[in-house]
């Protein structure tokens, strides 16, 4: 059984910055892949970043530049640094494993960007 549990959340002004931590727990052997992904109201849930393993990342289009992911494999933990924030990145926020081919997903952390 294994457990993610995201913070960090809250609400910020246009140009500021938040980070977003995730933390899994219960029986793990090895975490593959590490991501965020993101549902704003009224849409589809986006992917947002992703870093693997190896520690190589990928960003949408729409937030490279501005937010960094980053692991901390020891604590089986991920992060979102997200800086320069825009009210369009206005979403819950969702953590991402993978853990033996299987999909974890975290409970979720609003962010919320106000212009």
């Known amino acids: 059984q294994v457990q993610l549990v995201d913070s960090g959340g809250g609400l910020v002004q246009a140009g500021g910055s938040l980070r977003l931590s995730c933390a899994a727990s219960g029986t793990i052997f090895d975490i593959d892949n590490m991501g965020w992904y993101r549902q704003a109201p009224g849409k589809q849930r986006e992917f947002v970043a992703l870093i693997t393993k190896s520690d190589s990342t990928n960003y949408a289009d729409s937030v490279k530049g501005r937010f960094t992911i980053s692991r901390n494999n020891a604590k089986n933990t991920v992060y979102l640094q997200m800086n320069s924030l825009k009210p369009e990145d206005t979403a819950v926020y969702y953590c991402?494993?993978?853990?033996?081919?299987?999909?974890?997903w975290g409970q979720g952390t609003q962010v919320t960007v106000s212009s």
């Open positions: 991402n494993i993978y853990i033996l081919s299987r999909a974890y």
